[in-house]
């Protein structure tokens, strides 16, 4: 009479247990990259609004000495603390990024050309390449 396996053998278990580490430590890793660049993408979502409102005042010629609260923006956020406003025509709108430690440190700024008008964003130089959003240089 054959005898029917019930359960699972300990070496099976430990077998999926070591698959879950594996894929676990792969995983991990690229989810905080992730992770880090969606703070970077969102500390940049966070000073574009102001763009608009800061393009607008330069068009009217209205003074040069305008703040966040001008352009419709907080002087921080979640992801930005502090949001600063250089004001001209060649001004720029920066955030000084918080969250996670492989960007706190480092800022993001869009810097508006006088010349041309267009709008231009930049990183700190520490801060990682693969982290920056689509369209931003160092």
Same mark, same amino acid.
């Given at each position: 009479?054959?005898?029917?396996?019930? !359960?699972?053998?300990?070496?099976?278990?430990?077998?999926?247990?070591?698959?879950?580490?594996?894929?676990?430590?792969?995983?991990?890793?690229? /989810?905080? =990259? /992730?992770?880090?660049?969606?703070?970077?993408? +969102?500390?940049?979502? =966070?000073?574009?609004? !102001?763009? +608009?409102?800061?393009?607008?005042?330069?068009?009217? !010629?209205?003074?040069?000495? %305008?703040?966040?609260?001008?352009? !419709?923006?907080?002087?921080?956020?979640?992801?930005?603390?502090?949001?600063?406003?250089?004001?001209?025509?060649? &001004?720029?709108?920066?955030?000084?990024?918080?969250?996670?430690?492989k960007v706190s440190p480092h800022s993001i700024t869009l810097t508006r050309n006088s010349a041309t008008g267009t709008w231009a964003c930049t990183?700190?130089?520490?801060? =990682?390449?693969? %982290?920056?959003?689509? &369209?931003?240089?160092?």
């Open positions: 009479m054959k005898k029917i396996q019930k !359960g699972f053998t300990l070496i099976e278990l430990m077998i999926v247990v070591a698959i879950i580490a594996i894929l676990a430590a792969i995983a991990l890793p690229a /989810y905080q =990259d /992730y992770i880090a660049r969606s703070q970077v993408t +969102t500390g940049l979502a =966070d000073i574009r609004g !102001g763009v +608009t409102a800061f393009e607008e005042i330069i068009n009217r !010629g209205t003074p040069s000495t %305008y703040t966040n609260v001008d352009i !419709g923006l907080a002087a921080t956020t979640t992801r930005c603390a502090p949001i600063t406003v250089t004001p001209g025509a060649g &001004g720029s709108i920066s955030c000084a990024l918080e969250g996670n430690p990183a700190s130089a520490a801060l =990682d390449p693969k %982290y920056l959003p689509n &369209g931003c240089t160092q």
